[in-house]
């Protein structure tokens, strides 16, 4: 069972702004990067941060919409669509390491309406 | 420009085992660490370990150790997962994915380049 939480579906209407939260201990203490999979596809990288503490500000990889961002406070992870767009639609992804690995939250299927 | 090439679908039969190719190029294959994710259909992404291909060291995830075996081919800039005693539970598709890394050799928390994925199909 995946010990980082994710809520499995989140709306958002079109132009609004979504939250997509990532709950898990090992947040405390690693980065969380996210990742967006459209049907079909391999999942592709969105957000980052650094190996190191304390939480520095979410990295976005070149080719990323500025419109993606990344927080964290304490076991709780964010990734932010400030602005959704179509092709948002998707699901996201976290991950991070823990004490044993790494490991993948359960997935949240975003729904641009 | 990156790339990682993953061999092609495969069908095996409960017990057998299956081993799966991923090729790199675009990039010096030894300076970066490969990680194995697999998902099953309609499912999330799992991880299941790494190898460092310039060291050979390798990780487990604790559900696969006894099972997996990870290995690479330096001349020939590829990596290996091996997946034994396979089950139904197995069927998946199976990624190899490289942690990103910039050009100090310091090392994200992240997978920035991802192969294509390979379906393995476990059927009796």
């Known amino acids: 069972s995946s010990e980082l939480t994710q809520d499995p579906a989140v709306s958002v209407a079109l132009g609004q702004t979504v939250r997509i939260t990532c709950q898990g201990d090992?947040?405390?203490?690693?980065?969380t990067s996210w990742y967006q999979q459209k049907p079909g596809q391999a999942p592709v990288l969105v957000i980052y941060?650094?190996?190191?503490?304390?939480?520095?500000?979410?990295n976005r990889p070149s080719g990323i919409p500025d419109r993606f961002s990344g927080s964290a406070s304490g076991s709780t992870a964010s990734l932010t669509i400030t602005g959704a767009q179509a092709e948002d639609e998707a699901d996201y992804y976290c991950?991070?390491?823990?004490?044993?690995?790494?490991?993948f939250g359960g997935g949240t299927k975003l729904t641009v309406l | 420009q990156v790339q990682l090439v993953q061999s092609g679908a495969e069908v095996k039969k409960p017990g057998a085992s299956v081993k799966v190719s991923c090729k790199a190029s675009?990039?010096?294959?030894?300076?970066?660490?490969v990680h194995w994710v697999r998902q099953a259909p309609g499912q999330g992404l799992e991880w299941m370990g790494w190898i460092n291909p310039n060291t050979d060291a390798t990780e487990y995830a604790q559900k696969f150790q006894g099972r997996v075996t990870m290995t690479r081919d330096t001349s020939i800039s590829t990596a290996y997962m091996e997946l034994r005693s396979l089950t139904s539970d197995d069927t998946a598709v199976y990624y190899c994915?490289?942690?990103?890394?910039?050009?100090?050799?310091?090392?994200?928390?992240?997978?920035?380049?991802w192969g294509q994925g390979t379906m393995v199909t476990v059927s009796s």
């Open positions: 941060g650094k190996n190191n503490r304390p939480y520095g500000q979410s």
């Open positions: 675009g990039y010096i294959f030894t300076g970066y660490y």
């Open positions: 994915v490289r942690q990103y890394s910039d050009s100090s050799g310091y090392y994200y928390d992240a997978f920035d380049f």
């Open positions: 991950n991070s390491r823990d004490r044993s690995g790494w490991v």
């Open positions: 090992s947040l405390r203490s690693y980065f």
